[in-house]
Nanobody, 122 residues
Framework: EVQLVESGGGSVQAGGSLRLSCTAS????????MGWYRQSSGDECELVSG???????YSVDSVKGRFAFSQDNSKNAIYLQMNNMKVEDSAMYYC????????????????WGQGTQVTVSS
């Protein structure tokens, strides 16, 4: 059974930092096509940052220069370092693999974690 488990969410003050982690079991991240989504409105999610199977990176404009995607294949894990956080970054964040779209219904296709809540206060 494939499982993606996120951790690292929580509450921070604007300008602070959080590091999200996602560890996979029953699936290998090494091939790429993986990243982090966040819930944007209703049940819709947007891809925040990730990498394709060809190694092409992507980050949504609103987080460029502040968030950084990384991976550790020895641990079969991916990460999202979030710095200089803003109130508008508050959302449920999801680790996902087998990405299909930069915007999609949350958890609809592919492999998704359960989500980890991020709340940024002013």
């Amino acid at each position: 059974e494939v499982q993606l488990v996120e951790s690292g969410g929580g509450s921070v003050q604007a300008g602070g930092s959080l590091r999200l982690s996602c560890t996979a079991s029953g699936f290998t991240f090494a091939g790429g096509n993986m990243g982090w989504y966040r819930q944007s409105s209703g049940d819709e999610c947007e891809l925040v940052s990730g990498v394709t199977s060809d190694g092409d990176s992507y980050s949504v404009d609103s987080v460029k220069g502040r968030f950084a995607f990384s991976q550790d294949n020895s641990k079969n894990a991916i990460y999202l370092q979030m710095n200089n956080m803003k109130v508008e970054d508050s959302a449920m964040y999801y680790c996902a693999a087998m990405l299909r779209s930069r915007r999609t219904r949350c958890r609809q296709f592919g492999y998704w974690g359960q989500g980890t809540q991020v709340t940024v206060s002013s």
